[in-house]
């Protein structure tokens, strides 16, 4: 399975961004799928979970902000961001896991500014 994430870019705080991760294979609707976001001079953490069945989990300091959502007729997985703030900058990574095997995307890079 390969991921491709799109949709980053330069936004001021306050506004929105739709970033999405295009899955090939044939595995995506049996994966959970997520976005994991590392800023700059810090560890990649887990920003938002989609499970397979659809159940969202989400970072505390994301939560009412982004919303992540999966198409599973075209591969696609999406996280709509909106209220941003300068602190959600970084590069953002799309995964993806079945059973024990993961998958990263490159990344998409959300700069915020203040």
């Known amino acids: 399975v390969q991921l491709q994430a799109s949709g980053g870019g330069l936004v001021q705080a306050g506004g929105s961004l739709r970033l999405s991760c295009a899955a090939s294979?044939?595995?995506?609707?049996?994966?959970?799928m997520g976005w994991f976001r590392q800023a700059p001079g810090k560890q990649r953490g887990l920003v938002a979970l989609?499970?397979?069945?659809?159940?969202?989990s989400y970072l505390d300091s994301v939560k009412g902000r982004f919303t992540i959502s999966r198409d599973n007729a075209k591969n696609t997985m999406y996280l709509q961001m909106n209220s941003l703030k300068p602190e959600d900058t970084g590069r953002y990574y799309c995964y993806g896991r079945r059973y024990t095997t993961e998958y990263w995307g490159q990344g998409t890079l959300v700069t915020v500014s203040s």
């Open positions: 294979g044939s595995t995506f609707s049996g994966s959970a």
């Open positions: 989609i499970t397979s069945g659809g159940s969202t």
